[in-house]
């Protein structure tokens, strides 16, 4: 079973039995205590004064908000996903979960980035904002094109797309093109080249982070609707990131092409789920605590059918779904068919060893000459899920 993520932006503002929960839940205390220890910010109050439009506050609580709720769903159902995406903002903590960041990294990414924006607002000569275009027509980014000063900021959905741009701008806008336009909470005109001085910034104040070298799940970028690479330059993809649009439904559209059959959404009003509209994909909102306990039974429920956290199963299916290109039948017939045989045997056994269960499947893909990128990924996946495993 393909699990994607799905990770909020900065515009949501958390319910109160949301914040009741992360103060309440014991994992997801830790989570705003580590990132309020890092930043030597008080990050609970702010939980209190939420305003969407605080950049640089309002992009913190989104990041550390959604590391806690992963926290509190995972409490009893470790999760291993095959992709994550995240809105804006929420690429910062899907790297985070992803690839395996400390929570203090994190929060000083996430800081960052919100202070880089922050800032740029503040010195920016004219005011600007983002326009929601509700039923958008199929002419829209002629349109777009065509008015001084407005870009497509956000790929939504069918139904939604989001435009940024000067105020004065997106006014003319409105009056010549006859669309319905929704202010959005925020104060900036986010993925245009407006924040080209915030992306500038970001690089700077994020330089000296070690973010170190991870593996995980693929973190699906809004920049291009494709997968980080492995050796992705973190903090360079993020920054283009700022002044590129967000090519939502194309991720979405990406995950669900690769095989993902559940979408759990992170987010704390469940919007990300209704924004979604991928057939045949099961979205499971997580936007309140009898939300998330009923996203814990039904996660239950599949990796109970599904036998999603058999590692030796898992092991078998990189080894089945991958291309032979080795010549010598000897050799394959030596050393690939014991070696499937042996995860085999594995299978259902509660004393599996990940380590060994890891070897088995290295040396197998090296026997079958599978490409090196491909091989890399599939061992990458199954690093993390031996992590998750073991946990």
Request: with cysteine; net charge negative.
């Amino acid at each position: 079973m393909r699990m994607t993520l799905l990770l909020s932006g900065q515009g949501e503002t958390p319910s109160a039995d949301v914040i009741t929960m992360w103060r309440c839940d014991d994992r997801a205390r830790a989570v705003w205590e580590e990132a309020a220890d890092t930043l030597k910010e008080p990050l609970d109050s702010w939980l209190d004064q939420g305003d969407p439009t605080d950049t640089y506050r309002a992009q913190v609580i989104s990041a550390i908000g959604s590391m806690a709720t992963y926290a509190v769903v995972a409490r009893e159902v470790p999760i291993a996903p095959s992709f994550a995406v995240g809105h804006s903002v929420g690429e910062v903590a899907a790297l985070g979960i992803c690839r395996g960041l400390s929570v203090s990294t994190v929060a000083q990414l996430v800081a960052a980035r919100g202070r880089a924006m922050h800032d740029a607002l503040r010195s920016a000569e004219v005011p600007t904002g983002m326009r929601a275009v509700v039923d958008p027509p199929a002419e829209l980014a002629e349109l777009v094109a065509a008015a001084p000063q407005v870009y497509v900021a956000n790929h939504n959905s069918t139904r939604q797309i989001v435009i940024s741009g000067t105020l004065s701008a997106l006014d003319d806008f409105a009056a010549t093109s006859g669309l319905r336009l929704l202010p959005l909470k925020v104060k900036g005109a986010f993925h245009t080249p407006f924040m080209q001085a915030a992306a500038d910034r970001f690089r700077e104040l994020a330089a000296p982070l070690d973010l170190g070298e991870s593996f995980g799940p693929a973190v699906i970028r809004n920049r291009t609707a494709t997968p980080y690479p492995d050796d992705a330059d973190l903090i360079d993809e993020l920054a283009r990131q700022i002044v590129a649009p967000v090519r939502w439904a194309e991720a979405l559209r990406y995950a669900y092409m690769h095989g993902s059959q559940v979408a759990l959404d992170l987010s704390s009003t469940g919007m990300l789920t209704r924004m979604a509209g991928c057939p045949g994909v099961r979205h499971l909102p997580s936007g309140t605590p009898d939300a998330i306990d009923a996203v814990q039974r039904e996660l239950r429920h599949v990796l109970a059918v599904e036998g999603s956290y058999d590692l030796a199963a898992r092991a078998l299916g990189a080894i089945v779904s991958t291309p032979n290109h080795q010549p010598d039948r000897e050799l394959y017939r030596d050393r690939v068919i014991p070696a499937y045989q042996e995860l085999r045997a594995m299978v259902g056994r509660a004393d599996q060893q990940p380590d060994q269960i890891l070897g088995i499947v290295d040396d197998v893909l090296r026997v079958k000459q599978v490409d090196e990128q491909l091989r890399d990924r599939k061992m990458s996946e199954l690093r993390w899920r031996a992590a998750r495993f073991a946990a």
